[in-house]
């Protein structure tokens, strides 16, 4: 049985980080570690969360051909190396949590791959909560309500939608998802 290309997608505060989680601690699956220009927040380990590399670097690796895609997000670059992906693919499914954009391009090269969206059950409520973050500005909020929005309206391009309204169901969905594609 060939391994699975698995791609998550949803808005941020949907909860992909806890679903991937709840994935991995099952076993059988690996996460494909990402590059990105940003920097790292606290907490986050260099080669766990992200690679973090530099813009030259990036530029560096886009011109050898090493992402399997890439996008600029937010003004940082974020990329999935394709070697990584494709050594990790000899030995268990791989999950890669990137945005829509990206998404679409591993799609395009590579049509095997399974893109599953996760929405929330209530957008509007996720949005006010995006706007109740005091941290950030008033720009910064509508950028990423923007982007929340635009996600959404290409969830026709994804194999499935799932809506995470609890936690447990939304697991389930997604591992029976992976497991009827797997008997394909
Ligand atoms: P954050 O900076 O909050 O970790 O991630 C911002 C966004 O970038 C998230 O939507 C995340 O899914 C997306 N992202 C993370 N890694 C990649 C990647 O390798 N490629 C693409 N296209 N998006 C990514």
């Known amino acids: 049985m060939k391994n699975l290309l698995i791609v998550l997608s949803g808005p941020s505060g949907v909860g ?7 994935l991995l601690q099952d076993g059988g699956y690996s996460l494909s570690v990402s590059c990105t220009t940003r920097p790292p927040r606290v907490g986050e380990v260099d080669g766990k969360a992200y690679f973090f590399i530099s813009k030259q670097k990036f530029a560096k690796m886009i011109e050898e051909g090493g992402f399997l895609e890439y996008n600029n997000h937010f003004e940082n670059f974020y990329g999935t190396p394709k070697g990584f992906v494709t050594e990790q693919l000899k030995n268990s499914d791989v999950i890669l949590e ?4 990206g998404a679409l391009q591993v799609k395009q090269a590579y049509p095997q791959a399974l893109l ?11 949005i006010a909560r995006l706007k109740g973050r005091a941290t950030e ?10 982007r929340m929005r635009y996600e959404a309206s290409k969830k026709h391009l994804y194999d499935f939608v799932v809506v995470n309204d609890d ?5 389930a969905q997604i591992k029976s998802i992976i497991k009827s594609r797997k008997e394909i």
């Open 98 to 101: 990137i945005e829509v954009d």
């Open 167 to 171: 936690l447990d169901t939304a697991v």
């Open 16 to 22: 992909k980080g806890t679903i991937v989680n709840r």
């Open 137 to 146: 500005s008033d720009e910064k909020i509508a950028a990423r309500v923007d």
């Open 116 to 126: 599953i969206m996760i929405l929330p059950p209530d957008e509007a409520a996720l």
